[in-house]
């Protein structure tokens, strides 16, 4: 357990052993799970620093901000420069790296990778397993489903970064792929198992490897109710 | 490390700090890995409290039951009302969420999830990283590859939850995706990193994306005894 | 906390409470991460034990042997008879098992799993989720993207392990799959969730499922520089 005497704890829940390093600040009513770390120190940091121990890295951590009602599950991990909204959950063993923001009442599920440097919006829902990687972005009311891999990278190992933006209320599919630098429109749906090479256009559904486009997204909004009635 | 009262722990082998939550069951002969977390409650649970920390939590909990003989490996988390086999294994950072149901025999891979109200049988092999959702019905005797993913909404994000079916002895090669509602008859084999829409009759063999089928299960019996012949 | 006194830590930097097995060597400048497990027995060994606790896991370890200037990310797993090179940095929650070789300058990403019995060349780039199993050999230089699965038997489960070979400065792409016994060829390329049922040529470019070659080396290498240039 090391809580640093910089962080603001108040009327926040500490399960078991936590790590809460920097001038990190909680709001009230937020849960921390089991072995988590918040506030970690980014590595240029600490490849700087002679001794290596939570104490060293108290005095370099900018901390993280988080609001107000989150609930942290076990074994997570939350880089210092995190911002995160209010109400958000995360599952057990998830990675949240530096310079990333998340909307209020956003999910982010187990074992989730947020790769640093990436902005998601309000009550996204981020199913496990999923991959962001840096210079993603992310609107509001988006849903990943489980083990959707973002790429940021046309040609690896390259010298260029170019993300994918999802606008709002977009929904991709388990297992999709989405290729670096393509605009995933608002509204639009992706398949499971879909490779997307191609902006996507918004209220469009694409499917298969390739993603071509297939229907709208009021026919999938039908097919949706159909199916929800049973 | 906190071991509740209520728990029994006769004959448990214990690795190092590990927290089991309330009236939880586990026989002798089971190993309890480093940095686990064993009952513990749903959110649900958890919102209604006031204080959240670990005796409050052990207050509520109905634990978890682990049959004899088990090894659940460091930084997993099982939650209240699973019920376990004997001799079943997990992985590292295995996740298996309430009211889910595992039989003897099984394995459950390292970053395997079992997202909460599973039944799965007997001697079932779950590889590394795969995901289960709830609602999933798995036989005996199946084996799961790694990174399969088994979704558990047709249109998401619907209101509907429509499980996958996978019949005893069936095969789900490396990656592959079941789609929602999908049944994956006896003996039945799907190649790695296909995509299944639709129903697989048992003891046939899918392969590509959308999934169609190749062969029976009688020709890839037969393939598979020539390489194992090498 | 467990540091057995078998194991050499001279110089080691040790972020939080970790646990250290058996007579293992780690060099000068490395950083242990919070919750991380090195030279964890194999299943072998610890089932006969009577009492399976760290203190007689530590008995019977060989321990594992980490070079210097690494950095072993959090909640990580090392088993033991690894033998990882200088300047080797792993990602959160990584597991590297037992009789793996890893070579100078490699990056292994957070989630990564390393399952055994692998041989991974100098300055290769394993991304966050990839999965390598038993029999898998690698060569220097390699890329792999995020979320790769590599599989290491043809028709599961069999009673044989065929391994796939990438050659080096191979480039496999994001949530690709390589099929057990496949060869990658040196400086080859393979597209981002694409599935590899054969062997790739020496510096072609492979694309779809199933994979087939779609343009040479160099052609990527032109597309990569005009893609660099923006």
């Known amino acids: 357990m090391f809580l640093s005497k910089k962080a603001n704890l108040e009327g926040v829940s500490i399960?078991?052993?936590?790590?809460?390093?920097?001038?990190?600040?909680?709001?009230?009513?937020?849960?921390?799970?089991?072995?988590?770390?918040?506030?970690?120190p980014t590595y240029g940091?600490?490849?700087s620093l002679n001794r290596r121990d939570l104490e060293s890295y108290d005095d370099l951590s900018e901390g993280a901000i988080i609001g107000e009602n989150c609930f942290l599950r076990s074994h997570s991990i939350?880089?210092?420069r995190v911002k995160i909204g209010n109400g958000v959950q995360t599952g057990h063993a998830v990675l949240i790296r530096e310079?990333?923001?998340?909307?209020?009442?956003?999910?982010?599920?187990?074992?989730?990778i947020v790769d640093g440097g990436v902005a998601i919006g309000r009550n996204v829902s981020i199913q496990s397993g999923t991959y962001i990687p840096?210079?993603?972005?992310?609107?509001?009311?988006?849903?990943?489903?489980?083990?959707?891999?973002?790429?940021?990278?046309?040609y690896p190992a390259s010298k260029r970064l170019l993300g994918v933006t999802i606008e709002d209320d977009a929904v991709i599919?388990?297992?999709a792929v989405l290729i670096s630098g393509v605009r995933i429109g608002e509204g639009a749906v992706v398949a499971s198992g879909a490779v997307v090479t191609r902006d996507v256009p918004p209220r469009k559904v694409v499917v298969g490897v390739p993603a071509r486009v297939v229907m709208s997204r009021e026919e999938y909004d039908r097919k949706k109710r159909e199916y929800e009635e049973g």
């Open 15 to 40: 399960e078991g052993d936590v790590t809460v390093i920097g001038p990190s600040s909680i709001g009230r009513g937020t849960v921390l799970g089991m072995y988590s770390v918040i506030g970690y």
């Open 45 to 47: 940091k600490i490849r």
């Open 78 to 80: 939350v880089y210092e």
């Open 99 to 112: 310079d990333t923001i998340i909307g209020d009442g956003t999910v982010v599920g187990t074992h989730a």
């Open 134 to 154: 840096p210079e993603s972005r992310i609107g509001d009311g988006v849903f990943l489903a489980p083990f959707v891999v973002i790429t940021n990278d046309k």
């Open 173 to 175: 599919g388990a297992n």
